[in-house]
């Protein structure tokens, strides 16, 4: 039934629904959704929860990963990706777009958009991928402010707050900055950028009973594992952020490529979403049958 008058419309806010998932045990796996078609493509497959990565938001308008995009243009993925598939999203933050009054506008903005959850990092502008070299940290306790402005403007967001100080300071430099930003209000932590198996499990063992995020982004640092590995080290999610966009951008590269060789698609008709199950997808149907159902407005003839 189309979202617009759905009756089936979640009620509960989505930072309500985001922290549901996380009590109810076991590991929450969140695809990256770039768009509402790649969130209604996720929600079919089955996965309860997406995540929004700021790199697949900028990739996507041609543009880098450094921090670069603001919050209301955030708000507008927000809104579609919640819009389309009515999951719990998770979006990413980068590092709270300023400091700590950006942060509390960063979080309500987010609310309004649409969010179940954000994750802030520690790392200062210009920003770059967790998985890239020579990032510069912000200070811990500005971070740790940053995440206690957070606690205290959100109504229902859950709060994770990202720490990419294993490449610099050292595991247990990342533990002791998780530690400060647990005490300053975050929900969970995401510890970015570890590079073996043992390294998962020892900051699981350093924060017993605390959710913690784990990345699952190809091309990095972390070597692969699944789902059921990362919740045997002791994760409660973990994120694919943007296995999306890599496969929707190689399938358009072999597009122009092969439009521009044969001045045809032909060739690629059976890698193509057909209109058909496009349509199925969009659940154009329903969105007719409520446009036939709707009583048209009829003006009232003035009174003679």
């Excluded at 950028?193 to 699952?216: C, I, Q, S, Y």
């Excluded at 199925?280 to 009583?295: G, M, P, R, T, Y």
Aim: hydrophobic share 50%; net charge negative.
């Amino acid at each position: 039934m189309p979202y617009l008058v759905a009756s089936d419309l979640p009620q509960e806010p989505a930072g309500q629904r985001f922290r549901a998932l996380i009590a109810r045990g076991g590991i929450l796996p969140m695809p990256g959704a770039h768009n509402g078609m790649a969130a209604l493509q996720a929600k079919a497959a089955g996965f309860e929860a997406l995540y929004l990565s700021g790199a697949a938001m900028t990739a996507s308008m041609g543009l880098p990963d450094l921090g670069v995009i603001t919050v209301d243009e955030v708000a507008f993925f927000i809104r579609q990706v919640a819009r389309a598939s009515g999951l719990p999203l998770l979006v990413d933050g980068d590092t709270g777009y300023g400091e700590a009054l950006n942060v509390m506008h960063m979080v309500r903005t987010f609310e309004d958009a649409g969010a179940g959850a954000v994750h802030i990092e520690d790392q200062l502008l210009p920003k770059k991928c967790g998985h890239l070299n020579d990032k510069k940290l912000a200070d811990a306790r500005d971070m740790a402010a940053k995440v206690a402005a957070a606690a205290r403007a959100r109504r229902h967001l859950y709060i994770i707050a990202r720490t990419d100080a294993a490449a610099s300071e050292g595991f247990d430099g990342a533990v002791a900055r998780a530690k400060l930003y647990l005490e300053a209000g975050a929900d969970a932590i995401f510890p970015e950028a570890l590079t073996d198996a043992e390294m998962f499990r020892a900051f699981a063992r350093a924060l017993p009973g605390v959710p913690l995020l784990a990345n699952m982004t190809e091309f990095g640092r972390t070597p692969f594992f699944t789902a059921a590995e990362f919740e045997a080290m002791g994760y409660r999610m973990v994120i694919w952020p943007v296995s999306s966009l890599r496969m929707a951008n190689k399938a358009q590269e072999r597009l122009y490529a092969t439009l521009r060789r044969d001045g045809s698609s032909k060739a690629l008709l059976g890698d193509m979403q057909t209109r058909a199950e496009l349509y199925d997808l969009i659940d154009l149907k329903a969105f007719e049958a409520l446009d036939a159902s709707i009583v048209a407005t009829i003006v009232p003839r003035a009174a003679e």
